[in-house]
């Protein structure tokens, strides 16, 4: 298959490809098999997730290898990035209900003393 048939089925455009390419996660070649499409596809969810090239390169790696164990680890340390995320937006979105407080606060003592 070409590379637009592995576009048309997965429905990615040739430019996240190129992408790709270019980071070493995925190589061009004249003729893709279904081995190709299953490791496209593997790239694809994975740079979905918010996995840096990096990791998908290296976990590539432990896929090719049949290291289990390297994969989940690497995979739970990406789930792990991301749970820091989230606590971190808590944080900003905590701080932000406090000074709406804050000003709801100051709202209502400026209406008292009017």
Do not use: P, W
Not at 22 to 47: C, P, Q
């Amino acid at each position: 298959m070409t590379l637009y048939d592995l576009c048309k089925q997965l429905n990615i455009k040739e430019s996240q490809i190129d992408e790709y390419f270019d980071s070493g996660v995925f190589y061009a070649k004249s003729e893709y098999d279904e081995k190709d499409l299953a490791r496209l596809k593997t790239v694809n969810d994975l740079r979905e997730i918010g996995m840096s090239s990096e990791k998908i390169a290296e976990l590539l790696g432990r896929v090719d290898s049949a290291d289990y164990a390297g994969q989940i680890r690497i995979l739970r340390e990406h789930r792990f990035a991301l749970l820091d995320d989230v606590h971190n937006k808590e944080l900003l979105i905590t701080r932000t209900d406090y000074f709406i407080d804050e000003i709801i606060r100051k709202q209502k003592c400026s209406e008292k003393t009017k």
